[in-house]
């Protein structure tokens, strides 16, 4: 009986071993499945993973794009409503021209009557006075015309003169001032010139 035990034992020894090698086998080829299947996951990743990064790329080249494209809109925007305000300032110091002329030739009128108070010179001279720094701060100025050479770019000949005293094409005398905005002629003078 002792014998029969042992060969027992043995049999089951065997039994369990060999399904332990089996095991074993299946086990290393299930280990080399499994680590193929990690790789090839590994490697869809990283395709994945170099898509994003070139998809990130071009959208954040697109976004640089519509930035730079915002930025040059919005300069452009600022330099025509600069153009807008300067263009319409500068229409509208030309309409003030007559008003200037007009309260000038009201002052000399005055300064010529006899019989004007001379509080109503004062008024006419203070009101000349302040439309003319109003005029100058916003940048205008009065063109030099008499005892000038003639710039037919400031200047508007209404006639020719003789004169002994001054040379040929220098301005012998202002009919009507003439006034620059900036670098830009308002009005240029009406002058008479030398022949």
């Given at each position: 009986m002792s014998e029969k035990k042992r060969k027992k034992e043995t049999e089951l020894k065997t039994e369990q071993v060999e399904p332990q090698e089996e095991n074993n086998g299946s086990e290393t080829s299930?280990?080399?499945?499994?680590?193929?299947?990690?790789?090839?996951?590994?490697?869809?990743?990283?395709?994945?993973?170099?898509?994003?990064e070139k998809e990130k790329e071009e959208l954040l080249d697109r976004i640089m794009r519509k930035q730079a494209d915002?930025?040059?809109?919005?300069?452009?925007?600022?330099?025509?409503?600069?153009?807008?305000?300067?263009y319409a300032l500068f229409n509208f110091l030309n309409k003030l021209l007559p008003?200037?002329?007009?309260?000038?030739?009201?002052?000399?009128?005055?300064?010529?009557?006899?019989?004007?108070?001379?509080?109503y010179i004062q008024g006419l001279e203070m009101i000349l006075k302040q439309l003319e720094q109003i005029l100058e701060n916003e940048g205008v100025s009065v063109i030099e015309a008499e005892g000038t050479t003639f710039d037919p770019h400031?200047?508007?000949?209404?006639?020719?003169?003789?004169s002994g005293k001054q040379e040929s094409g220098i301005v012998a005398e202002e009919l009507q001032k003439g006034y620059r905005h900036r670098?830009?002629?308002?009005?240029?003078?009406?002058?008479?010139?030398?022949?």
């Open positions: 299930a280990n080399h499945k499994g680590e193929t299947e990690i790789s090839e996951e590994r490697s869809e990743l990283e395709a994945a993973k170099l898509e994003w915002l930025d040059n809109l919005r300069r452009i925007s600022k330099m025509e409503q600069a153009e807008a305000r300067e008003v200037l002329d007009n309260i000038e030739r009201a002052l000399a009128s005055a300064r010529s009557a006899k019989e004007l108070p001379a509080s400031c200047h508007h000949a209404v006639m020719e003169v003789e670098q830009r002629i308002l009005r240029p003078s009406m002058v008479k010139v030398c022949k």
